[in-house]
Structures are given as C-alpha cells and as structure tokens.
C-alpha cells in the first residue's frame, strides 16, 4: 500500500474536516478578527453565547453591544481584547467582560485574544475565544449575597443581642435594688424572706445571662477587645476560689489546689476576662457535681505555655458532647441543672482572644476535665529544658568558646550600633546583611551560632526569613533573635510562640541586649533523648517522672544566678564512664545556672570516707548537695546533719535508710534501671537463640536501682523465654569482684551459656574470666554503656549489648532538680531517665546519646 507523504491533498482535504468539526464541537465561540473590521467565524456559536448572528462580516456589530467590565464600569468598545491584540500585538487570557445583547440580556463571558499571523504579508488579525460564564457568574454572585446577607442578619442579631442587653439591664437594676433593701427589712416574717430571696435568686440569674449574651454578641461582632498584660496566676485563682467558696460550701463540694506559690508565674491575659473564664467553670465544675464531691485545681507547664486544668468529680459528659458543650445555648444531656448553655462558649471566645486553647475530657457518671492554656510572660519562658528535636551540643573541643553572630538589617544606624557594641566583646564576631535574601545566603555559607533577625526588612517579612532558615538544613537548629520597634506584649509573645529563641526590642539598651545574646547562647539545654515509656519505680514505689518534663524559665534562671548558690558532689567512686559522664552533665549545667560547684568527691566504695567527704564538705556551707550513697544505713547520720544544716539533698539512685521526700531530701534522680534490666534480657535471649543456661552476678547492697535492674531481668527470661533456665546467682559487693564471682560460676558450671552482671565494669572482670577459662562462646549482657564495653559490643566480643543508662543527662536532671529546689519548687519524689537498649548496630548512636559526645573516634580510638 503506498504511504500518502505531508502534503498529499486527500491528507490536506481530512486535516481540515476535522479542524473543522473540532470548531463545531467546542462549546466557546471562536473567530479571526483583523484589523480591517473583517470577522470569519469559525463555529456557529455566535448567536449562542452572544446573540449575534453567525453570518456577521465585519466588526460593527460588535460596536454596537454594551459592555461592561467586573465592577460594573462601562468598557468602550475599544478596550476589548481582541482589539487591543490588534493594536499592540499582546495576548490576553480570562479577561471577564458583561455584555448587554440584541435580547437586552446580560451575558458574563471570559475572552481569550491571541495575535494570528496568517500569512509573511497578511495585515494584523487576532485568534478570539469566547466562553459563556454567565452561570458560573450567577452562582459566584449567589454566594457572595448569601455571605453578605448572613453577615447582615448575624449583625442585626448580635446587635439586636447587644441592644436588649442593655435595655433589660435598666429594669433589672431597680428589681434587684429594690429586692436587696427588702432583705436587709427587719420585719420580714420567714415566708417574705424566702420570696425576697427568689426574687435575688432569679434577678441574678438573670444578670449573668444579659452580662454573657452582651459578650458573645460582642465577640461576634468584633466589638469586644481584651487587653494583655502579664497576670499573677496564683492570685487571681486564689481570688476566684474565694468568691465560689460559699457556693462550694452550701453543696458540700471541697476545693482543692495542687501548686505552691512557687507556681505563680506570670501568665499573658486580660485579667478581667481570665477571672471570667475562672469563674465560670468553677461555677459549672460545683453546679454539675455531686454532694460531697471535689473541684481539684492544677497547673503545669507544657513548653512555653501554663496549662490550668479544673477538674469535678461530678455527672461527667459523653465523648460525643466534648465539643458540643461549648456551642452557644447546648445543655449538657440528662442533667436537672438550669443553665443557658452560654458560659462554656463565651469561655471558649475568651480564651482563644488570649492565644489560648481550651479542651475537655471526662468520664461519664465520674467527672470532667476542663484544661485551658495561656502563653507565658518572656521572663517565664523555658530556657533550660528537655528538646527531642534537637540535635545533642557539639562534643568537648569540638565547639570553641567564640561565637559567630549574624545581624540582618536593613537600617543603617542600627547595624552601626550593634557592630560598635561587639567591638567591645572579643568574644563575639559580627557578620551583617542587609536583606532577608542576603541573610540567608550569609547564614548557609557561615558557621553561625546566633542570628539577630530584624522583622522589617525591605525584600522579605522577618516571619518569612525566619521560616526559611528552620527549613533549611544547615541553619534549623541556630538560634534567633527577633529584633523590633514593637514592643507591644501581644506581639512579642506572638514572635515568641512562632519559634524564635528570644525577642529584643529597639531602641537597645546595650547592658540588656548583650545579656539576653549571652544567655541565649549559653542558657538553653538541648539534648536528644529517646522517648520511651519507664517502668521503674521509686525507693518507695512511687511512680517515675519522666526528666524530659524538667525544666526552668528565664526569670527563675535569673533568680538563680543572682544568689551566687554554691553546690558540691559527693560520689560513691568516680573512675568509670557513668561517674565522670554525670558529674560532666551536674557541671556543666550547674554553670549555665550561675551556680558555683566547690567540691567533687570520691569515696571510692568505702562508707567511712563518704562520711568524712561530707563533713569536709560541709564545712564550706553548700546551699545543695548531690551524692549517691556507698552504704545506705551507715552514712545516714552525716546526711541526717547536711539536712538539718539547712542544706538541699538530691540523690543519684538511691537514698539514705529511713529518709522520707519532702523532709529531708528533695528527690531522687536515676535511670529507668526496671526498662534496662529487661532490654538486657532480651538482648540475652535473642543472642542464645531462645534457650540456654544462665548466671546472675548481682549487687549484695540495699540499693533500689540495682535490686530493680536484676529484678527486671530475671522476671523477663521467666515470663517471655521457658526454655531458658537461670542456674546460679551470686552477688557482689564492690566492682573489683567480677572477675572473681565469674570464675567461681565458670568452675560450678561448665555448660554455662550466658551471664548476666549487674553493671559494666565487674562485667569487665567477668569477660576476663570468660578468656582465662576458654568460654568463647559465652554471651554476656550487662547494665552501662562504659568504654570498653562499647568497645567488646562495636568488636562483636562477649559483651553483646546492654541496657543502657543515659548519665550525661541524669546529669542535668540533677542540676535542674536542684535548682527548683533552691527556688522554693515542689520537686517530684523520684525523676528517671529512659532506658536505651544497645547492641553493635546502634553503639556508636547509643554512645552521643549517653555521654553527650561523638562516639566514634572514642570508641574506635582503643
């Protein structure tokens, strides 16, 4: 068959048919204009879309039609797009005209103009589309009027509302007035005072429902307006329970608060509206509960935020109504109660006025929690705390103690002022820009430690800047300063909450911009640590708070540096990895708190020298002490005399015999021992391939720690692995008698597969034993990450893994203890760090999460 070629004429007389039917078949209508005045149709859809027959030569009729542009401006005739393509060769797409046609109907249409050149000598003609929106218009326009109209009507309402409210308000006046004075009317029999009551009763009622539908009607409108200022927290809830007390009392319902004033930080809200919103749901939390029930009240921090809960042992509410409950004039299903269904919605409004957000959880029949946030005052922002998402701080030497900083600013005078400043700081070195654009380039290229981000600058909003540098990798985890004019509450805490580290207002005070630099630079705690659930218990059963809730705000950081605190370690022994990462952590976090440490002492495992550590320690007068008792029953009396001397107790792992929370020590502080003991055991069973025997080498002294560790261990091999059989134990009672007890265990057992140890190094002494004897074989778990166990688990030796504690930032979790100590705060009884389990495919991870530092060279260095 012979191929027809490009310009065969059956191939040419096909493509343009099908052109030709293509334009018949598109719904827009399509046509060649020139400059001339001549117009070719080229489908028939003239006279569809405009009512213009299909059979026009020239563009009069067009002239002769009314349009009108978007906002119902005349458009000349002149200005179409086709004829402007025309005359100046551009092109046009979607531009929306009206037209009034032969029919005096209004048609809305969208033109498209493009230039067509036909020909080399052909005179100007444009391609023009025309597509019928005239229904999409309608429905565009429906809208809008719907909006408008409910605009209006929720308007009219609320200022309907508004009106009424205050028109009841005149009336109520003198029928409350006037019933008061009859109350105080001696010569009332008792049945009048019971009317006059009813009367007060009902008229009060009545007043808080007006003074509540005035302020939804005026948050509805826009009209109501709260002013921000920092608020004591403790007072104004102190004040509230004051007022609903009486109404508490005559249900028999206790109040109950769970803070100290310690707790009363400084909260950004309208006083007025907060003693608002506290009043109501203590009203609702008393009205809804039962008698003799309970309104317990609590606070804590969540970030920079104060979370308050309030919480009712009362007819509780389905998880169905959670968010109904604050939906204007909703009542709370099966209850008796009168209410107007008002207050929990204006409540809602007010708090989120204040940037705060509000939530309910409860349980039918047993009671509701309604918490609320509020943004915290800048002094009372967190700047030593807990940060999962932060990568851990360079290791030692590898961060000099010189900083970079980065200014973008577009103002002159201010780049001067600051670059004048730091010349006086040899410290410090300066790099500016003067874009957000420039800045960022400037920030990716340098090595910098802080930048000071001006909010007004003259390409990109500072918002915008600062958005950007989280998202790039090489600048998301440096620290920001927002630099501005503004110094309106609201405003800086609105920087605040968006992630910036600091906020500085212009004009600069020098003394306390270069405070806030060096304590933005040197006061924030970040580490990383894993987020695991702990297990282990306290001395005295009590339940574990995790260290990643510890943390201490700018003004109390600032109390703390202004005492001069002086606090001292006492160590049990510090010549392993665990003893000399801890007291790293305790220093260098002490340091940041402005807190002096004057002594740091080993008893190497001897009670009596503890003893006499102390009291060397004592007599230079620490305001707080750390330690980990050697024994517990035989150091007690020199740590009953620290106690009595005034001085802050907070113990590593363990506590003094007879010693009780709150009296004589502040809290103790350890790993989650009960989560490792059980990652050690698994890590056992997975190695033996699920069955074996086995030997525990455990530690003899009363310490709740280790007895959790072996504990933890043993009950995991019984409960999850049947087939292995756990064949001896013996204990210890100091690190240097691992070698020993494994030897005896080795020569009573020489099918033995596995030994536990109840920490590394008299695992160390066991893994001797293990060559000495031939056991190659063997496998070995234990408790600590110290330096040559990482080594044996990087290695594949006999040590293959363990549950590893995290003592760098048990560390900081001490320091932030003592901290709140000397502050007058309620400490937990018992704070924990998670457990970590570790084997060779996670060590050298492991290592930086345990001892703060790169492990890699460390480790592969031995």
Aim: glycine share 8%; hydrophobic share 40%; net charge negative.
């Amino acid at each position: 068959m012979k191929r027809q070629g490009r310009n065969d004429p059956l191939m040419s007389i096909s493509k343009a048919r099908l052109y030709e039917e293509v334009l018949q078949a598109m719904s827009e209508c399509v046509f060649i204009l020139k400059k001339s005045g001549e117009v070719t149709a080229l489908n028939n859809n003239f006279e569809k879309i405009l009512g213009i027959p299909s059979n026009i030569e020239n563009e009069s009729s067009f002239a002769e039609l009314q349009y009108v542009r978007e906002d119902g401006s005349p458009l000349p005739h002149s200005q179409l797009p086709g004829v402007l393509t025309l005359e100046h060769g551009t092109s046009f797409h979607n531009v929306v005209v009206g037209i009034n046609n032969y029919k005096k109907e209004m048609k809305w249409v969208s033109i498209d103009s493009t230039p067509l050149k036909l020909s080399k000598n052909d005179e100007k003609t444009a391609l023009v589309r025309i597509s019928d929106i005239t229904e999409q218009k309608k429905m565009e326009n429906g809208m809008i009027q719907a909006r408008e109209e409910a605009e209006k009507a929720n308007m009219a309402k609320s200022d309907f509302l508004s009106k009424m409210s205050h028109e009841l308000r005149t009336p109520l006046n003198g029928i409350l007035g006037f019933a008061q004075l009859l109350e105080l009317e001696e010569s009332l029999n008792e049945t009048q005072r019971d009317f006059v009551q009813e009367i007060l009763k009902g008229g009060s009622h009545l007043l808080n429902l007006i003074n509540e539908i005035l302020d939804l009607s005026r948050i509805e409108t826009g009209k109501l307006k709260v002013s921000i200022d920092e608020v004591h927290l403790l007072t104004l809830i102190d004040e509230c329970i004051n007022i609903v007390q009486p109404l508490a009392a005559k249900k028999k319902v206790s109040i109950h608060k769970q803070l100290s004033q310690s707790q009363d930080t400084l909260v950004l809200a309208d006083p007025i509206r907060l003693k608002q919103i506290l009043l109501n749901l203590l009203d609702n939390a008393i009205k809804y509960n039962k008698e003799g029930g309970s309104v317990t009240i609590f606070c804590h921090l969540e970030g920079n935020e104060q979370l308050v809960h309030i919480i009712d042992t009362g007819v509780g509410i389905s998880v169905e109504e959670y968010q109904k409950v604050f939906v204007p004039f909703y009542r709370i299903q099966s209850t008796k109660e009168e209410g107007t269904g008002i207050g929990l919605s204006l409540v809602k409004q007010l708090v989120h006025l204040m940037d705060g957000e509000i939530s309910v959880t409860s349980t039918k029949g047993k009671g509701s929690d309604f918490s609320f946030t509020l943004p915290l005052a800048a002094d009372f922002q967190a700047v030593m705390r807990w940060d999962e998402e932060v990568e851990p701080p360079a290791g030692k030497g590898e961060r000099a103690a010189h900083y970079c900083l980065l200014y973008i600013e577009d103002n002159e005078s201010n780049l001067n002022l600051v670059s004048s400043i730091m010349k006086s700081q040899p410290s410090y070195t300066l790099l500016s820009a003067h874009t957000g654009k420039e800045g960022l380039e400037l920030a990716a290229k340098e090595k910098v430690d802080l930048i000071l981000l001006d909010l007004n600058l003259p390409d990109l909003d500072g918002y915008e800047v600062f958005n950007l540098l989280k998202e790039n990798e090489k600048t998301k985890d440096t620290a920001v300063i927002a630099v501005s004019a503004n110094a309106m509450p609201e405003d800086i805490q609105h920087t605040l909450n968006k992630g910036f580290n600091n906020y500085i207002t212009k004009p600069i005070n020098v003394k306390e911009f270069l405070t806030v630099v060096g304590e933005t630079l040197n006061s924030t705690i970040e580490h990383h640590i894993p987020d695991y659930k702990i297990l282990s218990t306290g001395p005295y059963g009590e339940e574990a708070v995790s260290a990643k809730t510890l943390q201490l705000s700018l003004h109390e950081l600032k109390t703390l540096k202004e005492n001069n605190y002086k606090a001292a370690i006492a160590m049990h022994y510090t010549g392993n990895d665990w003893s000399i990462s801890q007291i790293e952590g305790l220093k260098n976090t002490f340091k940041k708190m402005g807190i002096t440490v004057t002594a740091v002492t080993d008893a190497g495992f001897n009670w009596e020298k503890q003893i006499a550590d102390i009291e060397s320690i004592l007599a230079d007068k620490p305001d707080i002490l750390i330690s980990i008792p050697v024994d517990p029953v035989m150091t007690a009396g020199v740590y009953q005399k620290a106690a009595q001397a005034g001085v802050k107790l907070v113990f590593m792992d363990n506590i003094p015999k007879g010693f009780q929370y709150g009296k004589d020590y502040v809290s103790v502080i350890s790993a989650d021992n009960y989560g490792n003991g059980i990652e050690s055991a698994h890590i056992m069973a997975e190695q033996l391939g699920g069955k074996g025997k086995i030997g525990i080498i455990y530690h003899e002294a009363d310490f709740f720690a280790t007895k959790q560790r072996t504990e933890a261990f043993e009950k995991t091999i019984k409960e999850h692995y049947k087939d292995i059989q756990i064949v001896d134990r013996i204990g210890i009672t100091g690190p240097d008698e691992g070698e020993k007890v494994a030897a005896v265990m080795f020569s009573k057992h020489r099918d033995l597969n596995g030994l536990f140890v109840v920490w590394d190094v008299p695992a160390e002494g066991a893994l001797k034993a293990a060559h000495k004897a031939g056991r190659t074989k063997l496998v070995i778990t234990t408790i600590d990450l110290g330096r040559d166990t990482a080594l044996e688990i990087a290695q594949d030796g006999l040590i293959k893994g363990v549950g590893a504690q995290l003592p760098y930032q048990q560390g900081v979790a001490e320091a932030i203890i003592a901290g709140c100590a000397l502050l007058g705060k309620q400490a937990p009884p018992y704070v924990a760090v998670p457990a970590l389990k570790v084997t060779k495919e996670n060590v050298l991870d492991a290592w930086k999460w345990v001892y703060n530092k790169n492990g890699q060279q460390t480790i592969l260095r031995q």
